[in-house]
């Protein structure tokens, strides 16, 4: 079975600054995907960045990175140069053999002007 | 219209109403998902159509029945609901070996 933790119930952080979200995982699939998601206060999921768990490189979208650590089994997303728009919550997820997804308890972001 | 859009956005029923939620995916996708989100816990999965087909349920009570007749739309039924069923109900769809999945913006669910 799969698990996701997120650790960090709310987070804040200043505009323009650069903020780490933490994501850990089990899973007992060889092959995985890790994904993150923002929700804002109006509810839609957003998808935001994917990272295979054979991928060499850590995965980058604009001002997302994922730090993906294979072997601590960790996949935290950054995001850089925060803006106020970023404030919503953040799912981390993974993806079982059939695709659904599971997801961990999201991080509550607020960037502060 | 784009994307994954759902119908209601919002709903009150009582707990002897039946209604409907409705998704249509505009993507082309062929896996359609539902999920629910209550306060303050982790989206949890209830049902999974992959080519119309539903391949996986999730342990969901019998009060929640859905119904995919093609790949572009889902529908969740609903009858004799409780009010812990009250929750935001989330579809999103995908593309058969694609891992992304898109979400539409949800039902806003209240059971009186």
């Excluded at chain 1, 903020?19 to 206060?41: A, I, R």
């Excluded at chain 1, 089994?73 to 728009?85: E, F, P, T, W």
């Excluded at chain 2, 889902?74 to 891992?99: M, R, V, W």
Aim: charged letters at 20%.
């Amino acid at each position: 079975a799969q698990k996701i933790t997120q650790t960090q119930p709310g987070m804040f952080v200043q505009e323009k600054e650069a903020v780490t979200l933490d994501c850990t995982y089990d899973t007992s699939d060889p092959s995985y995907g890790l994904f993150w998601y923002k929700q804002p206060s109006s509810g839609e999921m957003i998808f935001l960045i994917y990272q295979g768990s054979y991928d060499q490189q850590n995965a980058t979208e604009g001002r997302y990175s994922l730090n993906f650590q294979k072997a601590r089994k960790s996949a935290n997303l950054v995001i850089s140069a925060s803006q106020l728009g970023d404030s919503a919550m953040y799912f981390c997820a993974t993806h079982t053999g059939r695709r659904a997804l599971t997801f961990g308890s999201g991080t509550r972001l607020q960037v502060q002007p | 219209e784009t994307g994954v859009t759902q119908t209601p956005r919002h709903l009150v029923m009582g707990m002897t109403n039946k209604k409907s939620l409705k998704c249509e995916q505009h993507l082309g996708h062929n896996a359609m998902y539902w999920y629910k989100q209550s306060a303050k816990k982790p989206l949890e999965l209830m049902f999974v159509y992959s080519l119309e087909e539903r391949v996986e349920n999730n342990s969901v009570p019998s009060r929640f029945s859905p119904e995919c007749p093609n790949s572009s739309h889902l529908f969740l039924h609903l009858h004799t609901l409780q009010p812990e069923d009250s929750a935001l109900y989330l579809c999103a769809s995908s593309k058969q070996g694609i891992n992304e999945q898109f979400f539409g913006p949800g039902t806003r669910l209240t059971v009186l």
